[in-house]
């Protein structure tokens, strides 16, 4: 009788968190059957993040509509929850749904897909985190998943922009460091740990030459230091420059360092102060590519808590400086060759 009673009440928490709605009050239990939300995803990856045809936006439509369902309660329950909880959430939550399918994609492709020399696979896992891999190396930037630790045997570097939720994973950091490979961050508290930095610093890891300067995230009282990283990847990857800035400001003067660099692809988040993206794109350094991310954080509540939906994403991007501006979503690989991204 108590493991009943234990088992009915795991599923009520279950079915609560499921229908959770923007009203953190109204819960009902309004989805009985698995997810079918992956099979979206998989249409999803059928279309390119480098044209956005009405079949990729009808598809980004879906996925809004299942994130829309998802409060960030729920969100973070999830990530702190136990197992059988966040197993149950994925089974029957289809925002979770996805999120758990882009992840088994882009660790499926980390053991069966090597880049060709002169290649580099470029994953978009979640938020603004990334995987990159070039013929001899890969590394992860501001991994934020509760699946994050499963990547350490695949990466040799892991960074982290700033100590923000949305930008660390704490156990991905722990594997690594148990596995004895770097992580860069500027807030990781190990007495002389030389992957710890609170000003401008270089770095070279296998054929990454990583250059890291600091910025600050903005000018209110929820101001953290944040460090942008530029990766040169080195011959074997075409040296491919890549350089992520996590939530940093787009404050020119703390971008000296990079002024006029050679920069092929450019990560940043969208900007909360609109368009003040521009304020180092074509200003600062000229990148070939941009790829606007930190669209759709299910941590946030909404919008106006810095909680972009897809349609904002794609309107943003239409107006960075950079004609070469997208949006890739989770699970989706880019594949530098030839000087150009396909």
Request: proline share 0%; aromatic share 12%; glycine share 2%.
């Given at each position: 009788m108590k493991l009943y009673l234990k088992l009915l009440s795991a599923a009520a928490v279950v079915a609560g968190l499921l229908a959770c709605s923007r009203n953190d009050a109204d819960w009902v239990v309004s989805q009985q059957e698995p997810s079918r939300a992956p099979e979206t995803m998989e249409s999803l990856w059928k279309t390119s993040p480098l044209d956005v045809d009405d079949v990729r936006r009808g598809l980004f439509s879906i996925i809004q509509s299942y994130a829309d369902t998802c409060a960030s309660m729920t969100f973070s329950r999830f990530l702190e929850g136990e197992d059988w909880l966040a197993s149950s959430l994925v089974r029957y939550n289809d925002i979770?749904?996805?999120?758990?399918?882009?992840?088994?994609?882009?660790l499926d492709a980390l053991a069966d897909e090597a880049p060709a020399d002169g290649e580099v696979h470029i994953w978009m896992l979640y938020n603004m985190g990334y995987v990159v891999r070039t013929a001899s190396g890969s590394f992860g930037i501001d991994i934020y998943h509760r699946r994050g630790a499963e990547l350490a045997p695949y990466l040799d570097f892991y960074a982290s922009t700033h100590v923000h939720q949305d930008h660390r994973c704490d156990a991905l950091a722990?594997?690594?460091?148990a596995a004895g490979k770097p992580v860069l961050t500027n807030y990781l508290d190990i007495a002389g740990y030389e992957y710890t930095s609170g000003e401008a610093k270089d770095y070279s890891i296998g054929n990454f030459s990583i250059h890291s300067f600091i910025t600050n995230h903005n000018n209110g009282e929820s101001n953290v230091p944040v460090t942008v990283f530029r990766i040169d990847c080195g011959a074997d990857a075409g040296n491919l420059v890549l350089m992520h800035s996590g939530d940093s400001n787009f404050l020119p003067g703390q971008y000296a360092s990079v002024k006029d660099d050679k920069i092929d692809i450019y990560i940043p988040r969208y900007a909360p102060n609109e368009?003040?993206?521009?304020?180092?794109?074509?200003?600062?350094?000229t990148p070939d590519y941009v790829l606007l991310s930190h669209i759709l954080e299910l941590s946030h509540s909404d919008p106006d808590s810095s909680r972009w939906t897809l349609e904002q994403g794609l309107t943003r991007a239409s107006?960075?400086?950079?004609?070469?501006?997208?949006?890739p979503f989770w699970g989706e690989k880019l594949v530098w060759k030839d000087g150009k991204l396909q």
């Open positions: 979770l749904a996805c999120y758990n399918a882009a992840f088994d994609r882009v722990d594997a690594m460091l368009l003040t993206e521009n304020n180092v794109i074509g200003q600062v350094f107006l960075l400086d950079c004609d070469n501006t997208y949006m």
